[in-house]
């Protein structure tokens, strides 16, 4: 959410952001007509308030005619503030200088390229088949569209990987969390996902809560309304959980094989930082060298893509995606994202800390350390052998009881 004396004193810069991320300009507009009219509103019910409080006891008609007054200005007020509220929670965050502008993906940035790339002839669904490590068709029939069983070594590499990422994080100072994955609303309108993302998010019928797409909600969630001291920042926790997302955006693509599946599980970062661009923009290169890091470590080729503004969601100030090279579809594929929401979430959610007399809201920042399966089309496209075994990353055999997989 962004504060309404910014938008006020930003107007045309506000506009310009809403145009560059795909988001009606008019919006601006209607917010500050919007805010306008809460205000004479607010004070018209406190003028008649304060009158009414002047009145003796010997008033009693008066000050009943004065409180009937007042009840069609707070039912006007009830509307015009839920209708401010919406508005204000669809505006979106301003974004970094160095954002590259533009409508859609095509428009993003390489600004990293490590490893070769090698071209193979197997994709991960034939590799998958012969060596029963993956099963789509008892997916789908169990499941439905976009369902999987992983099976036997598969199974073992896909917790070897998360494990390794979890820990990697502890090491790095994080404090691991097991969150829920059941969620109310307010979470999903905290992190931002709502009211923009609706349609990705599984709602449970009988109950009013959602399947998290991602523990990044449920991680600032945790946090909500709190208030620091400056010393103790940054909080940096990492969740590691399973994920739900319908991708109904998504229809049409990638419909075969583990790259945009109903359900997977991830290890995910988030850091609440001091209210400082410099600070927060630290923080992503950070985490985005973790990512890397872990990457490098498993020997497998990406880019990093510094993301445009068209392409990047509402509330991102500045974003980084990694795609890691995936031979079946002769090309890179999304497995990481980075991202810095400055102010924008913890406004939603009222977290903040004490700067001396002042109280300001932390900058908040979200990671993908890892994600599985999607990673393993990555690994077992890029480990395959020409006899038809695949190799098991040197980093992960520590966790596993074999160093290679083959045939049965």
């Known amino acids: 959410m962004m504060d309404i004396k910014f938008i006020k004193e930003n107007t045309q810069e506000m506009k310009k952001v809403c145009e560059n991320k795909n988001i009606d300009p008019k919006n601006i507009d209607r917010v500050l007509g919007l805010d306008e009219k809460r205000r ?238 410099e600070e927060s923009n630290k923080w992503l290169e950070k985490m985005r060298g973790y990512s890397e890091e872990i990457i490098k470590e498993l020997k497998i080729p990406y880019r990093v893509l510094q993301i445009c503004a068209g392409d990047m969601g509402a509330g991102k100030y500045k974003m980084y995606d990694i795609e890691m090279w995936m031979p079946s579809r002769a090309g890179y594929g999304e497995t990481h994202s980075d991202s810095n929401l400055t102010d924008w979430q913890s406004r939603r959610l009222n977290i903040k800390y004490k700067a001396g007399k002042e109280k300001k809201y932390v900058h908040a920042l979200n990671n993908t350390v890892l994600a599985s399966p999607r990673i393993l089309i990555a690994l077992l496209e890029n480990y395959q052998k020409k006899d038809g075994s695949i190799g098991i990353p040197k980093v992960l055999r520590k966790y596993l009881p074999f160093k290679e997989i083959k045939r049965k």
């Open 40 to 277: 004479k509103l607010i004070h018209q019910k406190e003028t008649l308030r304060a009158e009414q409080n002047k009145l003796g006891k010997d008033d009693i008609a008066k000050a009943r005619e004065l409180k009937e007054k007042q009840k069609p200005i707070s039912d006007e007020l009830d509307k015009v503030e839920k209708e401010y509220e919406e508005l204000m929670l669809s505006l979106p965050n301003v974004y970094s200088k160095d954002t590259p502008v533009g409508k859609d993906e095509s428009f993003n940035k390489e600004v990293y390229r490590w490893g070769d790339v090698k071209k193979f002839k197997k994709s991960h669904i034939e590799l998958g088949k012969e060596l029963d490590l993956i099963d789509f068709e008892k997916g789908v029939q169990t499941s439905g569209f976009r369902g999987y069983y992983l099976k036997n070594e598969a199974v073992l590499i896909h917790f070897a990987l998360l494990w390794h990422a979890l820990l990697k994080m502890v090491k790095k100072g994080f404090s691991p969390m097991f969150p829920p994955t059941l969620l109310r609303e307010f979470a999903l309108i905290g992190s931002g996902h709502f009211p923009f993302g609706r349609e990705e998010v599984y709602k449970i019928k009988s109950e009013d809560v959602y399947l998290a797409g991602t523990s990044e909600p449920s991680l600032l969630a945790y946090f909500k309304d709190e208030l620091f001291e400056e010393k103790d920042l940054p909080k940096k926790v990492c969740g590691f959980s399973q994920c739900y997302r319908s991708e109904v955006g998504s229809y049409g693509k990638d419909t075969k094989g583990l790259y945009r599946v109903h359900e997977f599980m991830k290890v995910e970062q988030v850091v609440l930082c001091k209210n400082s661009v």
